[in-house]
């Protein structure tokens, strides 16, 4: 039996084998069976003791636990009473099969049926430095009548893209800074197709430091068609090799910080109350122009009390007899026409008309409809015929006309004097009303 102990010993290290690995390389047991019988550290490629449960438990019970050849060699022998040989240790795992290039569900594309998928030219950087920006190009040739994402860029947290874009250590550039998205559209679209550029960046987050390749997974692009129909397209996944900011530097050392920038905020106490400085202000300003505006307003001066005109007329009269005008030969032609003025002033005030402005037919006419008649009416027109002859005919009056003159001027004031004159006197002067004039 011991002339077979160690073909039994290759045969059992065989089974043990085949049994952890149902499928083998076809290389692989040669080589295990050479290293288990050659030297002593061939048992670290021979898989565990597991395998084989049975012999494990005879070959603690009688031999030396399989250390180096000759041992192994007696465990061949103690294997002719019932035991199996106890291998010593465990192969290493072998990779998993699994790993890989990830698969990327990001993007599902949809093309309508009859429709034709827009071609794609894209460019994407081969490398790049961990935290700068990576542009995203897309040269989209499509039909004419259809419009590269109609909405814009409406992309969402819950769609698909973000997590696998997570995932690959990638974010999206913030909208509102310098590397915000961009779209250019054809301007004219003119024949059975038109060009749409699309410019995306991306930014390049890896965990670790190094040079780290990363995957950008594929970027779902809306196309909306004529008919309203919107089929989406996908880009392929683009691998980009980051660099650390510092990598080429030798020696890099520390370097301060940036020079201050000036922070401007909203102020919005401020803002609101200038606000309401500059609307008061102008308010203010226009309560000051109405203010000018109201007290500069024509305002009506009321009359002082008019005096009444037979008053007027006998003070007037009085004041020419004593002004030494009767003595003077060479004013008496002048005495003559403010005599007759005075008269005829009175009787337009007294009766209601403008007696200055009107003739002497004029006021005969005024006089003649004044209810109750004039008092003396033949002496009014008497003297009024008289200084119109003296007047029209340039004829020379003499001292004793002016007096006459004088004196039934004072007569016609006279007679024509209100009852109540003598009595207490009105506010106003009286007089008849215009429609009896």
């Keep these: 039996m011991r002339r077979f102990g160690p073909l039994l010993f290759v045969l059992a290290l065989i089974a043990s084998v085949a049994h952890a690995q149902p499928e083998p390389a076809p290389s692989a047991s040669p080589p295990a069976a050479t290293a288990s019988t050659s030297s002593p550290a061939a048992p670290s490629a021979i898989p565990s003791a597991s395998a084989v449960p049975a012999a494990e438990g005879d070959g603690g019970a009688t031999g030396d636990g399989g250390s180096g050849g000759a041992g192994g060699a007696d465990g061949g022998t103690d294997a002719t009473g019932g035991s199996a040989p106890v291998p010593a240790a465990a192969p290493e795992p072998e990779p998993d099969q699994d790993e890989g290039d990830p698969t990327f569900t990001a993007c599902e594309e949809y093309v309508p049926k009859g429709a034709t998928r827009p071609t794609m030219e894209e460019r994407f950087p081969a490398t790049g430095i961990s935290g700068y920006a990576l542009k995203l190009e897309m040269v989209i040739t499509h039909g004419a009548g259809e419009t590269v994402m109609p909405e814009g860029f409406s992309l969402k947290e819950d769609d698909q893209f973000f997590p696998a874009l997570r995932e690959s250590h990638l974010a999206l550039a913030d909208f509102k800074g310098h590397a915000a998205p961009l779209i250019l559209r054809p301007e004219s679209k003119q024949g059975a197709t038109a060009t749409t550029t699309v410019q995306l960046y991306f930014v390049g987050l890896p965990p670790d430091p190094g040079r780290q390749p990363l995957t950008l997974p594929p970027v779902p692009i809306s196309v909306a068609r004529a008919n309203g129909q919107v089929m989406t397209i996908c880009t392929r996944p683009h691998v980009v090799v980051l660099e650390d900011p510092i990598a080429n530097e030798p020696d890099p050392k520390v370097k301060p910080n940036p020079p201050p920038r000036p922070q401007r905020e909203e102020w919005v106490l401020a803002k609101q109350g200038a606000q309401i400085l500059l609307a008061s202000l102008a308010l203010g300003a226009l309560l000051a122009f109405l203010f000018t505006r109201w007290r500069n307003r024509p305002r009506e001066i009321p009359e002082p009390p008019r005096e009444l005109p037979w008053i007027a007329a006998m003070r007037e009269l009085e004041a020419l007899r004593r002004s030494g005008l009767l003595d003077d030969e060479e004013r008496l032609d002048e005495l003559f026409d403010r005599v007759d003025h005075c008269t005829r002033r009175y009787l337009g005030e007294r ?58 001027a004072e007569i016609i004031v006279a007679k024509t004097t209100p009852a109540y004159a003598n009595d207490d006197p009105p506010a106003e002067a009286p007089g008849p009303k215009k429609g009896a004039a």
């Design 351 to 408: 009766y209601g008309f403008d007696g200055l402005e009107s003739t002497t037919e004029e006021i005969r006419s005024f006089l003649s409809r004044v209810r109750p008649p004039v008092t003396d009416a033949d002496r009014v027109e008497k003297f009024l015929s008289d200084t119109d002859l003296v007047k029209y005919t340039e004829m020379q009056p003499r001292r004793e006309d002016c007096a006459d003159v004088l004196d039934r």
